[in-house]
Structure formats: structure tokens, C-alpha cells
């Protein structure tokens, strides 16, 4: 070992002594991810629906290919300078619950709870339910039965008016929720397993749609269409609005630090599965819209409801659409695993530092999971599932989610200026400027979706608020989660 090498070790042992741990009890995980099994959960865990159906939602808000195009990019941007936010602070503490640490020990315990309450009632849950609205959208292409509307309510209020529609699919995706979450019960090893097969089976889906294209599309689509709009205020609203549906398909890069405390090597191994698994995802987000927009012209792709099936129907005919479809439920199927894998991870890290109802904070006795985190979870989830469609269920998700993106990018400036000597495996590239931008995109973004969608986002706000009485009544037992852990 170099002098550098021993230096080091004693300076990570130092810090492993004089630091307070999170909690008082030992954690009972288990460090059983690899790089390989870490990259696939980031893999997994983005691609989910997102890029089988959202297209043509973004081509509906924007009316211009190249805007689809620049929304994708952009938002492949903004989401990789979080990444490297995520990096630098996953890698610096690698503990269960992730941001919930990291924005107790850079802002304050107020704001990491909050961040775990709404993880635990909104961020997860609300995630866990679009997957599965997803999921029975695929069934849906299948069965079209399951899409048939069997009543609507029509709710007026003084935010706007609120149509709910009720269909077979939202039953049926609540019975999809609790399914998945009765098999993470298992090891985290066999998981991780899972989502190695899984993720493969997702990069492999969306391969196939762009060979296919490659090969067999006619290649009229967008020359047929209009390129531009004129820039202006409107033309902005609507890319911002486009994001919406795009940063839902993105999202998952910044939820492997939730496992921190089960992955090898963590201080190596998040960085660089964030950042490989995050270029891999962008990458394969591309080349599949360039493959839809070569097959189907503007308008016909902004009418689809089931994007990547019409696609491959037109190449390959109904049977192709058909073992295509499968193949995107399985994927949407994976992405609802390690969501639930990892959000489980995030109450029950809050109920062992006496933040949460202590009921999260309980182990399966034999697979060593957080059975009652997972229970918590499910229950939320499912109810969630019956409360709306797809589209509604993911606006509330990135309203909620990108609140606390822009604070954990507040963190990490925080962090940097108030403990300069906090050991850093890996510092974000660009800072200041990349964290800067992820910020301002956060804000730019959750406004846009406030004024869009008024009554949803006031509903996520509520929730989040409602936090705040549970964190004085549990702030005396509350034991802030300020220390790195090192395996």
C-alpha cells in the first residue's frame, strides 16, 4: 500500500470513529450489489414506460419534431448535471434512504424528513402507480377492454376543474402493486439478480425497435412534417411542458443512493453506476424517437396511445406488435421492482432513526428485507393506482420529486462551503455551474407544472406540508443521519 493509500485509510477510519452514526441501532442490510447489479438498478429503475409511450404526449404539447427532439436533449442535460450531484453525494454518504440524508446533514432534519415523508406518501407510491397504470396500458393494447371507461365524476374547484374516469386498468394495477411488492420480499442479492435479467431485457426491447426502424422503416416521416416554431413565450411554456413527460422517463437516476448501504464499494461503485447507467439510458432514448419519427408522421404519432406497438405494428405487422408489447409490460414490470426495492429503503432508514411510524423500521426476520417499509408502501401505492390515469399519475410525481431536486442541489452547495474537508470520492464535474443549471431547471420546471396542472400539484404540495406537525412531534427522537459509513 502507498503512502497516499495509507493516508487515506486512516483519514476514512478517523471519520468512521469521530462521527455520530444515524442511528442506534446497527444496520441489519446487507452489501450485496456490484457495479454490474448497481448499474442495472439505474438502468432499470429509468426505463420503465416512459420511452414506449410519452412521445407522443410530448409531440401533442409542442407540435414540432425538432422540439421533441430538443426537449429530450434538454432534458438528458439537466438530468445528467444532477447526476453528478447524485454522485458526489451518494458517494460521500452511502446510506439507506439517500437524499433523506443528504439533505439533513447539507440543509437541515426538516428538510430530510420531508424529503422521506414525501418519498413515503407521494415519490414512491405515486411512482409504484404509474408503473403499473403503465403496465395495464400495455395490457390495454392487448385487451383493449381494459381501457373501456366504466364512469367518470366530474369534480369543479376554485383551482380548476378535475374530470376523474374510473376503467378496469386501475383495479387491476392495484393488484399489480401488491403483487410486486409481496416478491420484494426476497433477498436484496436475488433482487439485484432480478434486475440484471430484467434491464437486459429492457435495452434488448428498445435495440429491437431501432433495428427494426434501421431496416425497415420507409424513412418519410419527418421530412413530411414541420421542423420549427416560432421562439417566444408560448414556444417555451410548451418545451417546459414537454419536459414533463420526458423528465418521468428519465427519472430513476437518482435513486441508487437509497441502497448505499447495500452496495459494494459504494464510494466507487454509485459515481459509476449513476453516470454509465444514466449515458447508457440517454443514448438508447435517442436512437428510439429517431426511429419513431422515421416511421410515423407528426400528427398520427401526437394521436397514439400505445407509441412503440403502433411502431412495430406498422413494421412488422400485428404479431410483432404483439411480442413487442409483452416484452415493454415485462420492462414496465421491472422498473416497478426496484422502485419499490429502493424507495422500501428510504422510510425504513427514517423509522430506525425514530423519524417514521416505527412499524417501517421492521426487518423480515429471514430475508433481512424492510417488511414493514414494503407493507407502508404497497398499501399507499395501490390506493393511488385506483385514483387516476397514466398521465395524471405521473404529472404529481414530477412536480413532487423535482421540489426536492432543486433542494438537494441547494445540499450540495451547502456541503461544499460549510465542510470543505468532508471526505469526497468523487466530486461533481462542472461545479459549480452544473449544479447551478440543475437548480434552476428544478424551479423553472416545477412552476411550469403548478401552473399547468393546478389541482394535482396543490394536492402533492398539501401532502408535503403535512409533514411538518410529524417532524416536531418526532424531533426529539429524531437522531440526524450525519455520518458516512464505509463497509
Known sequence: MSSMDTERAARLQMSLQSSPQPSAQPSHLIRGLGLWSATAIVIGDTIGTGIFLVTSDMARAVSSVRLVFAAWLIGGLIVLFGAFCY????????????PYVYLSRGLSPLWGFLFGWMSSFLERPVAMATLAAGFLRFVGFLFPVVATPLFTWHINWHLGNYDYTCTAAQPLAAAVVLAVTAINYLSVRIGGSIQVLLTSLKIGTILLIVVAGALFAKQHAIAATPLATPLGLGTIGAVLTALVPAMWAYNGFNDLGDLGEEILQPEKNIPRAII????????????????????????????????????????????????????????????????????????????????????????????????????????????????????????????????????????????????????????????????????????????????????????????????????????????????????
Open 87 to 98: 454522485a458526489e453525494l451518494g458517494a460521500a454518504f452511502p446510506k439507506a434512504g439517500g
Open 276 to 487: 454509465l447507467g444514466l449515458l447508457t439510458v440517454c443514448g438508447l432514448y435517442l436512437l428510439a424517437n429517431v426511429v419513431y419519427f422515421h416511421v410515423l408522421p407528426l400528427p398520427e404519432l401526437a394521436r397514439s396511445y400505445h407509441l412503440a406497438s403502433d411502431v412495430v405494428q406498422s413494421l412488422a405487422g400485428s404479431r410483432g406488435a404483439i411480442w413487442l408489447t409483452i416484452a415493454m409490460a415485462a420492462s414496465a414490470l421491472g422498473a416497478l421492482h426496484v422502485v419499490v426495492l429502493t424507495g422500501a429503503r428510504i422510510p425504513y432508514a427514517m423509522a430506525r432513526d425514530g423519524a417514521f411510524f416505527q412499524f417501517a423500521a421492521r426487518l423480515h426476520p429471514s430475508f433481512r428485507t424492510p417488511s414493514g417499509s414494503l407493507l407502508f408502501l404497497g398499501s399507499i401505492a395501490a390506493l393511488l393506482a385506483l385514483s387516476g390515469t397514466y398521465e395524471e399519475l405521473y404529472s404529481l410525481f414530477v412536480f413532487a420529486v423535482w421540489i426536492f431536486f432543486a433542494l438537494t442541489a441547494l445540499a450540495l452547495f451547502r456541503l461544499r462551503k460549510k465542510e470543505p474537508g468532508l471526505i469526497r470520492p468523487y466530486r461533481a464535474w462542472g461545479y459549480p455551474w452544473t449544479p447551478l443549471i440543475f437548480l434552476v431547471a428544478a424551479i423553472a420546471l416545477t412552476l411550469n407544472l403548478w401552473m399547468a396542472r393546478p389541482v394535482r400539484s396543490s394536492l402533492g404540495l398539501a401532502v408535503i406540508l403535512a409533514g411538518i406537525p410529524f417532524f416536531f412531534r418526532w424531533r426529539k427522537s429524531l437522531r440526524a443521519p450525519t455520518g458516512p459509513s464505509r463497509p
